[in-house]
């Protein structure tokens, strides 16, 4: 895998998507969400504390599946305006005349310090990213030794059929390249992450109409693509763009409804303890040292 940012994305785009505000989580990523925290259950660590980025955008209600699955958690809410952040601690907020929410850790709307956190959870998010290595290399150096990662993205099969229809109108690529979860592995592998497990699956859904379709993918994303048509469509563009997808994708099997491919990459991995590289001379951060040396201690975690 290139150490280099994905040449399909334009960084400045990427930046205003990420910055944009929204109101509401999208109803793909909160299924993805949901499908994700059901594999929590697996795992038998019980974080002391948790990092959720972009939670928003990831999943509203996903945040409340996971307060509620470690409800002692304290929990640091990572959003790029601090609106955003507000909202998805207030989506979780009991009522004042609540005896339980005077004893409810807290919910912080900033980023977790180095090694604050058991768990990094990053929903739908690593797919937009401009620097993906640089933003993995965030959530290791937030999480403790031992701490483990859960993330999800979009995998490359994803719309593959409005590819098929720009391509066959003759217009510039209507999305950005997604990655592989075999480069995200080597990533997650090459940022200092272990035991990266992979998963992936493709679902189909289908719309009543291309306006729906047209809808849905602005709400999950947008085109990142540096090569995307420069100016602004036309009324009489946005027609025809909906004519084709409409001739092209629609499914006799379906009544008429038109079908599009999701292809959904799950991934987590752990933080290993620091390894200790032995040279003609070595430098440790303090950190390291004494975490080595809490360790190696009778009782230590």
Known sequence: MST????????????????????????????????????????????????????????????????????????????????????????????????????????????????????????????????????????????????????SCLGPDTAHQLREVYAAMGWPVPSHEFTDMHDWGDMLVGAGFAEPVMDMERIELTYTGAARLLLELREIGRNLQPQRFPALRGRGWRQKLEAALTERLADAAQQGRLSMTFELIYGHAFKPKPKLRVDAQSAISLRDMREMLTRGKPGGN
């Open 4 to 151: 280099q940012r994905p040449p399909s994305i334009d960084p400045a785009a990427a930046a205003r998507w990420a910055a944009l505000p929204t109101a509401d989580s999208p109803w793909l990523h909160e299924e993805v969400a949901r499908r994700m925290e059901e594999r929590l259950q697996w795992i038998t660590m019980k974080p002391q504390a948790w990092a959720h980025w972009a939670p928003v955008r990831g999943g509203l209600k996903a945040h409340a599946l996971i307060s509620a699955r470690y409800p002692e958690a304290e929990c640091f809410v990572v959003e790029e305006r601090v609106e955003q952040a507000q909202q998805a601690i207030k989506s979780v907020a009991k009522p004042w005349w609540t005896p339980g929410r005077w004893r409810a850790p807290a919910q912080r709307a900033e980023r977790p310090g180095d090694g604050a956190v058991q768990l990094v959870w990053a929903n739908m998010q690593l797919h937009s990213a401009a620097d993906p290595q640089a933003l993995i290399a965030q959530w290791h150096r937030a999480l403790s030794t031992d701490g483990f990662l859960m993330f």
